[in-house]
T-cell receptor, first 118, second 116 residues
């Protein structure tokens, strides 16, 4: 159980365009999902916390107008990188945890999306 | 906020030997400590976790220990195999009363290489 599906796995886009990344919880409901960014050989940096039915909570230094997050249902959160530039090229990863009291298992991560902006 | 330090950053061991990765955390309220394995180009996978009411947990070749007083926790892999080669991340988090979890703070990662 607790599978998180992330798409696409790789995307190449032109500078100035927008890219949408999807994160789905396949066999559980997630009121909260998390979006991370990972630079090569570095740890995961939390970008924002996606809350179902409400606005996302962004970490300090993360531009909310550039990284749009929508969590419209209990199984889907999307991250849209708007007006992408080469410096936005990175590995983006989402994670989620089943909700509910007593649920064990911590966070499940998606397989990540490698974004390359050319 | 929470700060998690992880050592070493790289670790090479001969196949069959043991590997130990150590982490420290700063927030005494943290009570959930997962360990993740990340292979190249993939998302992290949870391999083992421990809660603050437990001092040690073992799952086959993998074990984790927690010293809550010292705010230290460690990952031990015995009888290492080449397929254990990956980047390992420790993390710290705190459960909410609702049963969910606060955001996870990750360590800086350890690249483990198991030499055949």
């Amino acid at each position: 159980g607790a599978v998180v599906s992330q798409h696409p796995s790789r995307v190449i886009c032109k500078s100035g365009t927008s890219v949408k990344i999807e994160c789905r919880s396949l066999d559980f409901q997630a009121t909260t999902m998390f979006w991370y960014r990972q630079f090569p050989k570095k740890s995961l940096m939390l970008m924002a916390t996606s809350n179902e039915g409400s606005k996302a909570t962004y970490e300090q230094g993360v531009e909310k107008d550039k990284f749009l997050i929508n969590h419209a249902s209990l199984t889907l959160s999307t991250l849209t990188v708007t007006s992408a530039h080469p410096e936005d090229s990175s590995f983006y990863i989402c994670s989620a945890s089943p909700r509910g009291r007593g649920r064990l298992g911590g966070y499940t991560f998606g397989s990540g999306t490698r974004l390359t902006v050319v | 906020g929470e700060n998690v330090e992880q050592h070493p950053s790289t670790l090479s061991v001969q196949e069959g030997d043991s590997a130990v990765i150590k982490c420290t955390y700063s927030d005494s309220a943290s009570n959930y400590f997962p360990w993740y394995k990340q292979e190249l180009g993939k998302g992290p996978q949870l391999i083992i976790d421990i809660r603050s009411n437990v001092g040690e947990k073992k799952d086959q070749r993998i074990a984790v220990t927690l010293n809550k007083t010292a705010k230290h926790f460690s990952l031990h892999i015995t009888e290492t195999q080449p397929e254990d080669s990956a980047v390992y991340f420790c993390a710290a988090s705190r459960t909410l009363n609702s049963g969910g979890y606060q955001k996870v703070t990750f360590g800086t990662g350890t690249k483990l290489q198991v030499i055949p």
